[in-house]
């Protein structure tokens, strides 16, 4: 059952070149490479990769969109997301995002031996 998140910031620490923000537009769990014309939380935080460059530690933000709705559940399909060693900040607006696994695997599984993160 989706219950709602009151508060979510994840902030994984590398490095980037200039923040850069990507928009979560469907609640599907899907995983199409491109991402084409709408963008899941999962290809978002698989596009984070595109913006990384090693001068500067500039995260990425993964923001949703408004026509999402005023509040709204992601049902993980394909299983967790892996997050690799990158600068993200997800910042759904309080109250609005849950993420449900149905019980069946972990939400995120965060990093690799190189990667440094907090959770805020």
């Known amino acids: 059952m989706c219950r709602p998140l009151r508060f ?15 928009t979560v537009t469907t609640t599907a769990d899907e995983f199409d490479t491109p991402s084409g014309s709408e963008v899941s939380l999962r290809e978002a935080i698989r596009d984070v990769a595109d913006y990384v460059n090693p001068t500067t530690t500039a995260p990425t933000t ?5 026509a999402l709705g005023d509040r709204f559940c992601i049902t993980l399909a394909l299983g967790e997301i892996n997050i ?3 600068i993200i900040e997800l910042v759904p607006p309080p109250g609005r995002l849950t993420i449900d696994a149905g019980g069946n695997s972990r ?14």
């Open 62 to 66: 993964i923001d949703f969109a408004s």
């Open 84 to 86: 690799g060693a990158k």
């Open 8 to 22: 979510l910031t994840l902030l994984f620490l590398s490095s980037s070149l200039d923040a850069q923000t990507i």
């Open 107 to 120: 939400i995120f599984t965060i990093g690799d031996a190189d990667s440094s993160f907090s959770i805020v």
